[in-house]
């Protein structure tokens, strides 16, 4: 498509969203790049992108990407002034362009093909404009071929590239587009947008994408075992600072070995004297103590025969340098000690504290907000009336942060109204960096933590993954700010967790990912139908047999309480039969 | 032996010890059970053990073993009247008894060969006395024939059975038992003995003997995470306590499915309000609800066709009782929920709470103190003075402790100084249950930890195992508190924390074991000598194969810093070639 450009109208204010479409978020990126990606998918002369309302924000999110931006200082008059523009731009970048394609910023499932879709039926046909097709309507993206330029340049108004198309019926092809009819005009748009079901893998990378490590903290070297360092360290001095021995013995000048020597004094750990010794002469020395000046070697106790003041040494296997660690042999000073990525292990904190650091940045966890959701739960201690259960998601969720190394947890309450909730949502929004809605996802009719999220600006980003349990997971973000909805159901809850929200904890603290997963032989059968990846409750033994157990049911934790593993059944399997092989995911 | 009674000598009140010596700890249990066990081995006629002094804490320490206690209120007129209590205690139980053997209890090396050698020979040469020789004089253990008997009931004041073999030596055979020396009289004598090197897999057994699971707490559910149950819960009640609708949907009676039904109400999780509902009637009801009183089945609202009140049904596959969670389907009032012994797991918590359980018992980490002695020994923020280094080991081991669980640790700091040493090790005594002494436990002439330690009436079990790094290590006990003293090394106090402190803590804690081992494949040579057990701090890649660090000098944590594995390689082994499979173990 080397002579064929792509004008991408995006000058418009979304009256009607209440929030810019073209930073909407779609499939983890903005509606906007992805169209721009899907343009440039295809090779143009070139991509041009028309801004107007919140120019600055959305040219923004374009850095980097091989497109001109072309502001439209009168994007209110209407569709025209882009048009106008886009074209004038185009023409004065790429003099030998002789296709344009003109195209808007909200339709979600707008793809590459389209656009080559357009060109190759134009070189087929030798039409002067190309249009897409949907919902018995013509519509964008469209196609003009040079004779049209002048016409696009000379529209007035509100008027639309649509009005050119009507004129010259007889000079136009068409390419069928259904999803073009989908757009994205209120926030209903976008909740049924993400309400489309996606596969578990594609709910994982969706999370990648938005799981930010930028949470750094400076902490105490007391305070760090199992986080991850955020900055390198260097070694600001000689470690050990001195020359010391790594014996019980006599420190001795190797040339004096063969003599019968006169010990003149003593070093111990701690004593800060300093000794020196000459020919002929030898010190008694213990572990970690300072070597005299003049010596070179250590000679073991075990290796020396004495007599009052008189050593002779029997070591045949003596070396110049023996038993001594020489200044800076643990740590030199302004060397690297630990890079930037770097575990923070029991030993690599000894390591650290040994070069005298104290305190290092680190990638820090979120402050993490549990909302419990339901006019059901009750709280422990009380007792159960008629219809209520007792409130322990929150005790679950609060016990696998801790085991996921979370130190800052809120736990919110909130009844089944939206009024109510909003206000919760509002003040774990300014609390938290990472919030998990628990219950409410599913789709009755008093569901409406979603909704409710959306109406807090809070971008979706899917609503419903092909799982069981855990179908009704939501995922959005605001900002940085992420924002799970985990299904109510105790079972289902704590599966999402360690199936999203643990990687997403593992992410943005950079560390190994806390699951594991490994292969094991199954010991019964277990039948599912197709569709939807399972995760089962099992116990895998010592001998790697793994058992599916009992009381699957998401809203019971009785299994799940038994066992330390989840068997992966996926989308497209059947079930197994005892002794097939089997994926499973170890619990942490 | 069955014509053989054996009388173990145990009245004495151990004048030089401090400290009754038959309760002293040698290889796991009391020296006089060590004694009691060997002499039961050899299956004599009887065992008699003659106490007098702290008569009822020895006594104790026999419970369950099949020998007769002799009490001797006459113990300190001297040896003779124990002897005479013995005998005639013996020859009461056993008139058919033919052979006596006399024996102390304060032989460390005694072992049921030494009795079975006497017998044997004296069937062999038919003499009326057989005695033990060591160290150039005759000793006990000593076999006397029946016609014996009469002289040693005569003995009278401090004669031993010494008196009655100088007497007839003519009637004497002997038997060589040179170890027989060794016996235990001073607190000295005890700290040799237990410097005998000790096997891995020994003191590891020894250190098992001794970490007692008796710390028992009462914690919220908010706290226990990865704890183990110390008691069995039983669910007080029925939960879930209401027939529940498990999907969105209609309740109906499962009698009227092919009728068309009227909507009669609404039911939704947490109204407490009840509703029934009787024939050719149906219930809007919500996930979590209350099942009106009459309907017995719930159908999926995606399974019905609904015209204003009006509902008809398109369900094949419609069963009776289905999507109902029947009362008590999760737990029974009075049954068992979770058994003692359980691990709190996330889930096992969040099933405990969903069955109203608060606080629970667990076996709770014990508080731990670290003492680091040395004078060489810097505070991180200070500069280092020639001759200091800084203090990591207590950093490195806190970690550790903290990934291991432990939430009440104390640091100390002692100077190479007996005294100040001594009020520390008071303190951390009242204070903590298991005790880390970091550092002195080698064999300078500075290293008085374990001394002072004895002084405190530490029980020593071992100093020394045949490793390294960590050959120093000491463990003793005092009453049912642990202590370990660690090298000071810090490469060398991390690893004995891994191989004998976790494991410790696991026990006590009564959790499954931390460390992981598994096999590999070595991807470079290393070689060793033999004699001593290697741990050589290593890192395994993805794919299994295990590489040996640099810098294994036990003043090093650089690589202990890199390392995620310990590479095993036993005592025997002279090292291995790459590409070798090896032993490793995985660190927590």
């Known amino acids: 498509m080397n002579n064929t450009g792509i004008i991408i109208l995006a000058a418009g204010n979304s009256s009607r969203l209440g929030t810019a479409k073209q930073l909407l978020h779609y499939q983890g990126q903005t509606l906007l790049l ?24 959305i040219a923004e999110t374009l850095a980097d990407r091989d497109v001109s931006i072309c502001y439209n200082a009168d994007w209110s008059t209407g569709m025209a002034s ?10 004065a970048e790429n003099s030998m362009v002789t296709n344009c394609i003109v195209t808007v910023s909200d339709q979600p499932h707008l793809s590459g093909q389209n656009f080559s879709q357009l060109d190759k039926l134009q070189s087929k046909t030798g039409k002067g404009i190309v249009a897409s097709t949907y919902a018995g309507t013509i519509g964008v993206p469209v196609l003009f071929t040079h004779p049209y330029f002048e016409l696009l340049l000379s529209l007035q108004g509100d008027q639309g590239a649509k009005k050119i198309v009507g004129q010259h019926l007889d000079d136009l092809a068409t390419v069928g587009f259904e999803q073009g009819a989908i757009d994205i005009d209120t926030p209903e748009d976008m909740i049924h947008l993400s309400q489309k079901l996606v596969t578990v893998s594609e709910a994982q990378a969706i999370i990648r994408k938005y799981a930010t490590h930028d949470y750094i903290s400076c902490k105490s070297l007391t ?13 600001t001095c000689d470690i050990p600072n001195f020359r010391q021995s790594s014996m019980d013995g006599y420190a001795i000048r190797y040339a004096d070995r063969m003599d019968t020597l006169e010990i003149v004094g003593e070093m111990r750990a701690g004593r800060q004297a300093r000794v020196t010794l000459t020919f002929g002469q030898a010190v008694r020395v213990f572990t970690g103590a300072p070597l005299p000046e003049g010596a070179d070697t250590v000679v073991m106790q075990e290796k020396v025969f004495r007599e009052d ?11 110049i340098g023996m038993h001594v660690r020489q200044k800076g042999s643990e740590a030199q000073q302004g060397a690297l000690a630990l890079g930037a990525g770097h575990l923070l292990t029991p030993a690599a904190i000894g390591f650290l504290g040994g070069i005298g650091c104290q305190e290092v940045l680190v990638y820090d966890g979120p402050t993490v907000g549990i909302i419990v959701t339901g006019d059901e739960l009750q709280e422990l201690g009380k007792s159960l009336n008629f219809g209520q259960v007792y409130e322990s998601n929150s005790l679950q969720l609060r016990a696998a942060l801790q085991q996921a190394g979370i130190k800052k947890v809120q736990r919110y309450h909130a009844p089944d109204d939206p009024k109510k909730l909003e206000a919760v949502l509002t003040a774990a929004l300014q609390d938290c960096d990472l919030i998990l809605l628990v219950g409410g996802v599913s789709v009755g009719d008093y569901d409406f933590v979603v909704q409710t999220a959306v109406a807090q600006s809070v971008v979706p980003h899917f609503h419903q993954v092909k799982q069981k349990p855990g179908k009704p997971l939501f995922f959005g973000t605001k900002g940085k700010q992420l924002v799970f909805g985990l299904p109510g159901n105790p079972s289902s809850a704590l599966t999402c967790f360690y199936l999203y929200v643990l990687p997403a904890l593992d992410q943005m603290m950079q560390r190994p990912e806390s699951l594991l997963t490994k292969t094991a032989i199954t010991t019964a059968d277990y039948y599912k139908n197709t569709g939807l990846t399972h995760f089962i409750k099992a116990y895998i033994d010592d001998e790697g047999r793994v058992l599916p157990l009992q009381a699957q049911e998401s809203y019971r ?18 079930g197994v039969q005892a002794g097939e092989e089997v994926q499973i995911i170890l619990l942490p």
Chains 1, 2 share one sequence.
């Open 223 to 235: 305070d760090v075992n199992g986080y991850v360092l955020a900055e390198s360290i260097v070694s």
């Open 557 to 574: 934790l009785q299994s799940y309480a038994h066992a330390n593993c989840l068997l992966v059944l996926q989308e497209e399997s059947p």
């Open 34 to 57: 992805h169209i721009v990606q899907e343009a440039l998918s295809c090779h143009p002369a070139a991509v041009i992108v028309v801004v107007g309302a919140e120019a600055q924000a």
């Open 309 to 319: 003041d008189k050593l002779t040494i029997k070591d045949d296997q003596l070396t």
């Open 82 to 91: 882009s048009i106008r523009k886009g074209m004038t731009q185009l023409i």
